[in-house]
């Protein structure tokens, strides 16, 4: 076990950061929208604030009611926010990542861990703004990994990374 990633790093794009609640947001949004997640949880938030609204209107001396209705309709809202601040109290205490992409895959170390994992963990990714997000191959797309671009060194890393998500996911058009 002497050589713990060495093999990794050989071409490969570096990126070292410390996980922000934004990232993790970022990738529960991604999977979120590939799973069609998103529709569901405006459907229940609307349907718990109608619900609410209608619990006022019709029955006026039911607040009670209608506030356990518009709570349900903000926790179902932001349920994307609280998982991510979960994930983000488990990993933040662990400090900087400092992860390499490379034709191998993908290595991340920390003061306390190295994770590596392999192309065939990914069915692909997607490219938002600030992040790349690869999708883990599982049906229900329980892992994301993200890749937050302000910790690239330099601009042309972009297209490096870029170039190697492309090459090797399984499926490129899941951009």
């Known amino acids: 076990m002497s050589d713990q990633g060495r093999d990794m790093t050989i071409g490969a794009v570096e990126l070292t950061y410390r996980p922000r609640h934004g990232d993790i947001v970022a990738g529960i949004a991604v999977r979120d929208r590939k799973r069609g997640l998103v529709f569901v949880r405006w459907a229940f938030t609307l349907l718990f604030a109608a619900l609410g609204v209608r619990t006022l209107v019709v029955y006026e001396s039911s607040v009670l009611s209608a506030g356990v209705a518009f709570f349900c309709a903000a926790l179902i809202w932001s349920m994307p926010h609280l998982q991510a601040h979960h994930?983000?109290?488990?990993?933040?205490?662990?400090?900087?990542?400092?992860?390499?992409?490379?034709?191998?895959?993908?290595?991340?170390?920390?003061d306390h861990c190295v994770l590596t994992q392999y192309?065939?963990?990914?069915?692909?990714?997607r490219e938002t703004r600030d992040h790349f997000v690869l999708l883990s191959r599982d049906r229900n797309i329980l892992c994301v990994e993200v890749l937050p671009k302000r910790s690239l060194s330099a601009p042309q890393d972009a297209d490096r990374l870029r170039a190697l998500l492309d090459r090797h996911t399984a499926s490129a058009g899941t951009r």
């Open 87 to 110: 994930v983000i109290r488990t990993v933040e205490w662990q400090g900087d990542y400092r992860t390499a992409v490379s034709a191998a895959g993908i290595s991340t170390a920390t």
């Open 119 to 125: 192309w065939t963990m990914f069915r692909g990714y």
